[in-house]
C-alpha cells in the first residue's frame, strides 16, 4: 500500500535534485571526455550518468 506513495516520494526527489543542479555545471565523461552526459537512473543502483557518445554508464563522471 505505500509503495506508490514511495514511488511518488522518489520521482519528488529527483526533480528537486534536477532544480538543485546548477545548470552552468557541465557533465564530462571520463571515457571520451564528451559533454554529451545526461542523468541515468540505474533503479537499485541509484544515480548513475549516460554518456550518449560512447554509450558509458556510471556514477563516475567529470565535472567541469
Ligand atoms: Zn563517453
Not at 506508490?4 to 565523461?29: G, H, N, T, W
Request: proline share 3%; aromatic share 10%; with cysteine.
Amino acid at each position: 500500500m505505500g509503495d506508490d506513495e514511495d514511488l511518488e516520494k522518489l520521482d519528488e526527489m529527483i526533480r528537486e535534485e534536477e532544480k538543485k543542479s546548477p545548470a552552468k555545471k557541465v557533465l564530462v565523461c571520463p571515457e571520451c571526455n564528451s559533454t554529451d552526459v545526461v542523468y541515468y537512473v540505474g533503479g537499485e543502483l541509484g544515480y548513475q550518468y549516460r554518456c550518449k557518445n560512447c554509450g558509458y554508464v556510471g556514477a563516475f563522471i567529470l565535472e567541469k
